[in-house]
């Protein structure tokens, strides 16, 4: 006598979307997008291609929300992140949290920093630039503060975002050393300029040698 096999619990449509978007992440981040397919997509989470139609309307829908779901997790953390009370501390978390984000979510970061010639409005541009947006409204109370001049926020904004993506796609491929580690060495380098901030610094003039070489008096 066999026994029969308990049926198999019906998706809902939330979750048949959430699973088919955790399969398309794997499957654009090791393909990339132009040679990433819905064939395969359907094939991975065991639907057919009209089920992924019906839900996304095609690769570039499906794509959309790949990215928008990643940059919205990205910017969860980071939002987080920069709750912390004390400065210094709120560095290191930005840069840990983004780094966590790297280590738990590899082929959602890949996504976000593999160029690609699909047309979508996000991507790891714009998320770059509202990282940026979120660190320069914080930097321009603490300029205010310190009684320097909080139109420099933006470009100092720029520099610890732009210092922290870099790293993380850097750490992405070679994930030594460990994350903590990563984020103490960010905040070694940032920290400890930022408090010595001067008010109105003056650029470094050259060396008669360094024109001499130039060829120029």
């Known amino acids: 006598m066999t026994t029969a096999k308990p049926a198999r619990k019906r998706m809902t449509a939330a979750e048949r979307?959430?699973?088919?978007?955790?399969?398309?992440?794997?499957?654009?981040?090791?393909?990339?997008?132009e040679a990433a397919t819905i064939e395969e997509v359907a094939a991975k989470a065991g639907v057919s291609k009209p089920v992924v139609y019906e839900h996304f309307g095609g690769k570039e829908g499906l794509y959309a929300v790949v990215v928008d779901r990643e940059m919205e997790t990205v910017l969860d953390v980071?939002?987080?992140a920069l709750k912390e009370d004390r400065s210094k501390s709120r560095i290191e978390q930005i840069a840990l949290a983004l780094l966590t984000y790297v280590e738990d979510r590899a082929d959602g970061f890949r996504i976000l920093t593999r160029n690609s010639s699909v047309e979508h409005s996000g991507g790891y541009s714009t998320l770059l630039n509202d990282l940026v947006g979120q660190v320069e409204n914080h930097l321009e109370?603490?300029?205010?503060?310190?009684?320097?001049d909080p139109d420099l926020a933006p470009l100092y904004a720029q520099a610890l975002v732009g210092m922290v993506a870099m790293t993380a796609q850097w750490w992405l491929e070679v994930r030594t050393p460990p994350k903590e580690a990563v984020a103490a060495h960010i905040v070694n380098l940032s920290w400890y300029g930022l408090i010595g901030l001067k008010?109105?610094?003056?650029?470094?003039?050259?060396?008669p040698l360094a024109e001499s070489e130039d060829g120029t008096e």
């Open 17 to 33: 979307r959430n699973q088919l978007v955790d399969t398309a992440r794997s499957v654009f981040a090791d393909r990339g997008y």
């Open 141 to 148: 109370s603490e300029f205010e503060r310190k009684n320097l």
């Open 199 to 207: 008010e109105n610094p003056v650029a470094i003039e050259p060396s």
């Open 78 to 80: 980071f939002s987080r």
